[in-house]
């Protein structure tokens, strides 16, 4: 069985290869239960919001909403922990993880996404670590996962041997 030291701390994998841990004992800086800010907050070190945030949050560090944390604002992060509530879209370059006390209203773009048991999230998500695009012409069916998609000139040569015989 699996067993981790704080709910709150996940792993995740760094482009260059390296893995490392995202945990609140890493916050500088916390806005507190008794804190209400409206407005931009650009930040580099990991933030951790307990109180209440609306506006527009910017960083490419992590972002920790506490469990009493209430956040309406559009939000473009590298990794984000959401304990609390956030009513807003979020673009992640790395992570999104929604821990079983989260409750997300708005849109996700991420690299990852994780969701706990009990969590709530509604909305849409465009979860792409590879940054692929997945855009695919009308009607046609995607390959199956591991199966290599045929090129146009083998589908035609098929048909025409089809045809031919």
């Not at 030291?5 to 995740?12: L, M, N, V």
């Not at 909403?65 to 473009?76: K, L, M, N």
């Not at 708005?106 to 849409?124: C, Q, S, Y």
């Amino acid at each position: 069985m699996l067993k981790r030291e704080r709910s709150s701390d996940w792993e995740q994998d760094a482009p260059s290869g390296r893995s490392y841990t995202v945990a609140e004992g890493d916050v500088e800086t916390t806005l507190g239960s008794d804190t209400s800010f409206k407005g931009t907050l650009t930040f580099e070190k990991p933030l951790k919001i307990d109180g209440k945030f609306e506006g527009e949050l910017t960083t490419k560090g992590s972002l920790i909403v506490g469990q009493s944390g209430e956040v309406h604002a559009d939000i473009h992060v590298g990794d984000i922990v959401i304990n609390g509530k956030v009513s807003g879209n979020i673009g992640a370059d790395g992570k999104v993880q929604l821990n079983p006390t989260a409750s997300l209203i708005g849109d996700i773009k991420a690299a990852r996404l994780a969701i706990a048991e009990g969590a709530t999230f509604v909305g849409n998500c465009d979860v792409n670590p590879a940054g692929a695009s997945l855009r695919r012409t009308p009607g046609e069916i995607p390959p199956a996962v591991g199966e290599k998609k045929p090129a146009v000139s083998d589908v035609g040569a098929k048909v025409i041997k089809t045809v031919v015989k």
